[in-house]
């Protein structure tokens, strides 16, 4: 039997560790586009504490995947998937066979479409290589301009607060981000970002951002009114897209993410999925769901493994996803609690 899976984020990594507990003999590949061993993103504002060596990082320790037998393609991008022949291409064109199929390729930061133009005047922050080039683009007690503001840029920008960046948030419908705030909380919860000590715009929609030269900011924010801001550092934070493209022609069936049903099976019975790149059906809300978060995400990746190992188990959320509001006045999500 061999397993493939696709993503080596907490996901993927973590459903490899069951499938191996559980299969001792199988042959699991692990497949990623990104160059690096599985580490732990969500640590990555320790860059600016001064963590700033990739191998601090790491989960495990290299030699776990010679000791577990599970092979990592590192660099690895799958461009399509043929569910007919059973195989996944690479992009260098290598061909790579599978009998269980796992896609756990999680999300990339959505951009909405007025602002794509501007991508590569904006930081990034979703992997370790980029999240270095953020940091040394920001000056000591810089300014960093995020937009949108969703649930993982805030959980940077307290880390910039603390060290002593300035942080300022344009604020907009996808504030928040997965958490959903209705109209009549809004304002308490707008004032908490302020007591965070981030500044907050709202109220306007961004026009352009633009490349400034010579001495000072490295960016300017110009909004729909005229006026602009000043930034070294310009990120989107709208929250995250389905990493999917290359699953367009599996003949799976997709909304915006990979649907599943409880059992994280796909609509093929040989393929999975799990992490932020599913929509798992929920009997509950009589609708297909992304389900986030950390214990989310990792719970996905044990029930996939167990029910490609004969198991028949359903996927239950394992957070309240509601935004607190701390008796300091402060914001705590549930999606920043890990372990
Ligand atoms: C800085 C930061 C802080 C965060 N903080 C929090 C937090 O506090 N709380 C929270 O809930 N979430 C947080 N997140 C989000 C969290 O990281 C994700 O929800 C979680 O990692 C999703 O796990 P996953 O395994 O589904 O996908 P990912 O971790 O996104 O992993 C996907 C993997 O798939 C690979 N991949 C994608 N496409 C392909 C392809 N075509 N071919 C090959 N490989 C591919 C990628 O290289 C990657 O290895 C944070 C994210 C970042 C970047």
Redesign the pocket.
């Known amino acids: 039997m061999h397993h493939v899976i ?7 990594s973590h459903a490899a560790q069951v499938l191996r507990e559980r299969n001792p003999d199988g042959k699991i590949t692990i ?4 160059a690096l061993l599985f580490y732990n ?2 640590d ?2 320790d860059v600016f504490r001064g963590r700033c060596d990739w191998i601090d990082y790491l989960v495990h320790p290299p030699a776990y995947y010679k000791e577990n037998k599970i092979k990592l393609r590192r660099k ?4 399509e998937v043929d569910t007919n022949k059973r195989t996944l291409t690479l992009a260098h064109r290598e061909v790579m066979s599978y009998d269980q199929l796992l896609v ?4 990339a930061a959505y951009v909405p479409e007025r602002l794509l133009e501007f991508i590569p005047l904006m930081h990034n ?3 370790f290589r980029v ?1 270095m080039e953020m940091r040394d683009a920001l000056p000591d007690g810089g300014t960093v301009v995020m937009l949108g503001g969703d ?2 840029g805030l ?2 920008a307290r880390t910039l607060v603390e060290t002593k960046h300035r942080v300022v948030l344009v604020a907009g419908d996808r504030t928040f981000w997965p958490h959903e705030v209705n109209p009549e909380t809004r304002p308490r919860y707008m004032q908490a970002l302020e007591k965070m000590h981030f500044e907050v715009i709202d109220g306007k929609q961004v026009d352009r951002v633009e490349q400034k030269n010579g001495k000072g900011p490295a960016r300017r924010v110009v909004f729909d009114d005229g006026s602009d801001l000043p930034a070294d550092v310009v990120m989107p934070f709208y929250g ?1 897209s389905p ?1 999917i ?2 699953m367009s022609n599996a003949g799976i069936d997709i909304e915006r993410g990979v649907l599943v049903n409880p059992q994280l099976q796909t609509t093929r019975d040989d393929i999975w999925a ?4 599913c929509q798992i059906w929920s009997p509950e809300h009589n609708a297909y769901r992304f389900f ?3 214990k989310n ?1 990792k719970m996905m990746g044990e029930v996939a493994a167990r029910n490609m190992t004969g198991d028949d188990v359903a996927f239950t959320t394992a957070l309240d996803e509601v935004l607190q509001i701390q008796p300091d006045g402060t914001i705590t ?1 549930p ?2 609690d ?1 372990d």
């Open positions: 696709i993503g080596n984020g907490i996901a993927g497949i990623s586009a990104g993103r969500y990555l504002p690895s991008l799958v461009t756990a390729t999680g999300g922050f979703n992997n999240a649930a993982l959980d940077l995250l990493s493209d290359f799990a992490g932020d790149v986030y978060g950390w995400v999500s999606f920043w890990y």
